[in-house]
């Protein structure tokens, strides 16, 4: 295997660990759904949570929603910067990769779900 298609290989699987970091964050946020205002510590989620709400609109749907749709623009924008300049694109998704990996540490170890 060449050295491009290992790096491809590496940058992909970076991609799928954003990605899989969502699906646990949405899956968590739809489980703790009724109790979710009461813990979540992001104020941007909180907002979203409580305009949903105010608007007839589920507002943990809306998080959700809003969730899924900036992972996939995360994904393309990260694609597209490595695309125009690969030592950039690296950085941002390498450092894309690493919160989302604290984001999962905090979920499961750091008292995010109490």
């Not at 590496?10 to 970091?21: A, G, K, N, R, S």
């Not at 979540?40 to 749709?69: M, Q, Y």
Request: aromatic letters at 14%; one cysteine or more; proline letters at 2%.
């Amino acid at each position: 295997m060449d050295k491009g298609r290992k790096a491809n290989g590496v940058f992909e699987c970076c991609l799928f660990i954003i990605l899989m970091v969502t699906a646990v964050d949405v899956f968590w946020s739809v489980h703790t759904g009724p109790t979710l205002l009461e813990f979540e510590k992001n104020p941007l989620a909180i907002f979203i949570i409580k305009l949903g709400n105010s608007h007839d609109i589920n507002g943990i749907g809306l998080l959700c929603a809003l969730k899924v749709l900036n992972t996939y623009l995360v994904i393309r924008l990260c694609r597209w910067i490595r695309k125009a300049r690969s030592l950039w694109g690296w950085s941002v998704t390498l450092g894309v990769t690493a919160f989302q990996l604290f984001v999962v540490w905090y979920l499961y170890y750091g008292g995010g779900q109490q």
